[in-house]
Each structure stands twice: as C-alpha cells, then as structure tokens.
C-alpha cells in the first residue's frame, strides 16, 4: 500500500509526514521534490537509526507548498505542534535573557526572556537571568532611565538619588533620553570611558568635600562596571554582533556548541546534544529553524562545514565558515567543545549501559538464566497482618518502567494476611491475565523474600503450566539483602558493591515504596473495610486500640473482657464487640 502511494507523490516542493501503526505523527519532513526524498526511504541501503523510523512508518501524508522555503516552514510549525518521535526536538523550554529598552514615552529598562524580534533596543543574550539583572541593576543605578511601572504623581527617592529624571513631575524631552539609550549603548560596547570619567569626577568632588560614604559609593560602581565589562577575554576585534556554531557529529548523534558573541565578545553559551535518524544536515537545520524562532539571530552566524544555506531566507542571517584567522580559531573552538560535549554523553551512556545493562547480563549469568531484559518484582503490604494490598514494579533493560506497575487489592483473604497467600493470590491474578491476553512473560520473577515466596510462586506457576524463572531476595538478621535464592532453593551470595546488586537493592526499594505508597493511599481514602466497622458504640480511636494491641481479628475474639477492660472499652462496647464477632 505504501509503494503504491509513493508512486503517487508528485514531485514538487512540500512536507511530508510519517504515521505509526496508531496514526501519530512520528516523523516530519520538507523536500525540494517530495516523490524523490520519500521514495528515498524505502530504497537503497540504510542505517540502524533510519531503518528504524522507516520499520515504523505505517502511512504517508505530504502537503505540497509553492516553494523550499514555504516547505521549510511548514516543516518547523509542524514539528513545534505534533512532537514527532523521529524529529529533533527542542526539549525544554529555555530561551536567555535580554536587557531591553523600552519603546515607550518615558522608557525603562527591563529584563526578560521574551523580547520581539522588532525592538530596536535589546541587548544580549546573557548566560542567564542574574547576569542580565546585575548589569540592568547597574545601568539603572548610572543612567536616570525610568523605574516604576507606572508614573507616580509625584517625584520617587531615585529622582532625589539622581538616579531618575521624574517626568512624573518633569517635562523630558525624547531627546533627553536618546541621549541616555546611546549613552547605555556605548557601554554595553565596553566604551566606558566616559562614564568612569564622570564618575571619578563626582568621587573626587565628593571626597575633597568630606563626603566620604558618597565617594566610596562612586569607587565602588566603577569597579563594578570595570568588572561588568572585563569578563570575557576571547574576543573579536570588529566588534560585530553574531553567533558562531560548532557542530560536530558521530555514532548518530548530534552535538551542537553555540557562541554568542556580542560587541566582539562571547556573551553567553547553549549546548545542545541530540540522537539523530536522518542525515546530519537535514537534523541540524531542524534544529537551527526551532532554535531561532525563540532566539533573535544576528545578521552573522559563523558555522563549521555544514550546508544550511536553505536557512539564509527564513532567518534573515547569513552563514558564513570562516578559514583563516581568530574568527577560524573560535569556530574550532566551537566545535572542540560540540566534540567534548559528545564524547562526555557517550562516557556517561557507557557507564549507565554498566550499571543497567552489564546489571542483567550478569545476574543472567549468576542465575544461569538468559538474560533478564523485563523483571517484574512483587511486594505486600499489610496493617497489623490486615488489609494486604501488593505491588508490581517492572524493570526493562535495567531501568525503572513506571508505566508497567500495577496494584493488587487482595480479594480472598478474610482475615489473617498471610503472606504465602497473598503472593499466591497476587502471581496468580498477575500470569493468569497474561496467558488470557497472550501476552509476553517476563524474563525474570523477583519475590522479597526466601523459601515460603519461592514456593507460594513456583505452586502458581505450576498450576498454570508456565515456566519463567524466579529469584528470591533472601534478608539476614539486620533484614538486609545478602543473597539471592532460585527457583532450586540454591542461594547464591552477590558482592554488595557490584552492579548487578544495586539493581535488586533499587528493584526491591522500588516495589517495597510502591506497595507501602499504595497501601497508604487506600487507608487514607478509607477504602479497607473491617468487621470491627460494624460493631456499634466502637469508634475509630478504640479499633485503632484494638488492632495494635491484638493485631488480628482473631486474636480479639480470643481476648477476655478484662483484657478489653484494660483497653478502656466499657461493658456495652464489650458486649457489642462479642455479638458481632460471633455473627
């Protein structure tokens, strides 16, 4: 079916859009000439990454557009509004701040993420927010630019501080503040000598007027403005706004270092690392197109060998790869750290593979069992050997599957929770299910416990006639795991410093906090129900009594009345009590 729909796919520009076997969009792409990309997927040899996307890929839908770049445009909304799975995707949120002037009567300065790319006084981006408000702060506290929300009707102590021009009760000419916005221009170019010329004026002034505090205040905002303009020594000499892209890629993966350099210097950074099932090219300018629709593009955006030209129109940028000189040592620069921060990723991944992966391989191993890719791990849960519940937490390739847990309420017991029977009860319920579904079975059973859940675990599986291996978690006298124990009672003692031990401490930690969590929940909802509800003059308090002191049902039935009296019950309450238990 799909072959004959490729055959049908004109060959004009446009996006085309990949369905799973459930009709979600898992991949979206743009094409010059859409038949020739898409018939491209289903030919020809591919990589593990792409012959992945193309296993899944159960339909085909395509828009045509009148050019590449309306194609490319498409392309970008549609990612930003369906998410594909194939896709690259910005996944979080994060744009950087920008100082902004204000285009108003009276303006102010402000600091925010969000700035339009039609403001014709934005500064920035800073590394994040508290840079950008440090130096707003000291702008504000040099220039007099206005600092309420709304005019007052009468003058503020910043106007007393000269820190403000108070139009509020002032007439300020926009030339006035002109003056000012490209006073605040110049030293955010790092031109401040005017303005510590100034202020060593108004220090000295100050001191040979014996106002010393005052002129302590002026040396101190000039160090702080020295400090504010001397952070970054790698810079360019033109001094020009732009980016600069390092891009480095391998093994599937993208790895994408970006410099922003403003008034020559590097004003702040965004790393971005990203699994990759088309070509590099194509994924890279997925990427650029999403990121500067958050962020403002400079007219420049130096880039390493990578053919984005496609970008030049939507953008409104050009992209240029410098060959000689500092602008070629800071795109390498670029790219050594996009190299650093892949080769950090790919460290990192190696060592969890260890602690998941390496984990089942060898408790597969130590069992000698094949390897245990799905575990499903059980524990109970019960109030004074009452009111059992059970939990099972599902663990694939060694990592914790959330969406696979399940909850048991346990149905047939009466009275006392064995825990024998409840680890029937549950495993039974647990496998029946699956053999009715015809689903998978897991590769491994783990039981908290030794010998009694071992054999509660191999009747049921006996009765049902399946064979999936088991382990138990066998405690010692501390009730800390030391061994383990297989479905042949044979123990077997694990170094408690191994990775494949971490993971049964975090398996059993994990259905251990489920089942309390859930057992919990229901006592808190009142859910259980209890045959002590039903005796008449007992309230809450005196079943609470009754239960610690007695733990079970059946041992209050066994109690004599001076035994209740000592509890605090009165002879009505007693005489209650005994008719509704013999009921």
Known sequence: MLKEKIKLIPELPGSYQYFDKYGKIIYVGKAKNLKKRVSSYFSGAKDAKTSKLVMNIHDIEYIVTSSELDALILELNLIKKYNPRYNIMLTDDKTYPYIEITNELHPKLIVS???????????????????????????????????????PKQECLYYHLGQCLAPCINKVTKEDYENIIQDIKAFLKGDIKKVVTELNKKMNVASENLEFEKANEYKKTIEDIKTTTNRQKINLNDLKDRDIVGV??????????????????????????????????????????????????????????????????LLNTKFITPKIGDKKKLLDLAVLNAKQGLFEKIEMFKRKEEK???????????????????????????????????????????KKAPKEYRKYKIKTLNDKASDFDTMKEVLYRRYLKLIMDKSDFPDLI????????????????????????????VKDDTH????????????????????????????????????????????????????????????????????????????????????????????????????????
């Open 113 to 151: 993420r969000k700035v339009k790319k039609t403001s014709k006084n934005i500064f920035g981006p800073y590394p994040n927010v508290g840079a950008a408000r440090s130096t707003a702060k000291l702008l504000d506290k040099i220039y007099p630019l206005r600092k309420c929300i709304k005019l």
């Open 248 to 313: 480095y890629n391998e093994d599937n993966y993208l790895s994408i270092e970006i410099f922003f350099i403003r008034n020559g210097k590097i004003s702040a950074r965004h790393q971005q690392l990203f699994e990759i099932y088309t070509n590099p090219e194509k994924s890279l300018i997925d990427f650029l197109g999403q990121f500067y629709t958050k962020e403002i593009p400079p007219k420049e955006i130096f880039i390493n060998d990578y053919n984005v030209i496609e970008l030049e129109e």
């Open 356 to 398: 998941t992966i390496g984990a089942i391989v060898k408790l597969g191993e130590i069992l000698n069992i094949k390897t245990p890719y799905r575990i499903e791990a059980f524990d109970n849960s019960n109030l004074f050997g009452e009111h059992a519940v059970s939990s099972m937490v599902v663990f694939i390739n060694g």
């Open 446 to 473: 783990v039981v908290d416990g030794g010998k009694p859940q071992i054999t509660a675990a191999k009747e049921v599986l006996n009765s049902l006639d399946i064979s999936i291996p088991l382990v138990g978690l």
């Open 480 to 583: 800390s795991t030391n061994s383990l124990m297989n479905d042949n009672y044979e123990t077997y003692s694990i170094l408690k410093t191994s990775n494949e031990f971490r993971l049964l401490s975090l398996i059993q930690e994990e259905a251990h906090r489920f089942a309390i969590n859930y057992h919990r929940n229901i006592r808190d909802k009142g859910v259980f129900y209890s045959v002590l509800d039903d005796v008449e003059y007992i309230g809450e308090v005196t079943k609470s009594k009754l239960l610690q002191e007695f733990k079970t049902i059946s041992n209050i039935k066994q109690a004599s009345e001076n035994e209740l009296k000592a509890l605090g019950l009165n002879k009505k309450q007693i005489k209650s009590l005994f008719d509704t238990l013999k009921k």
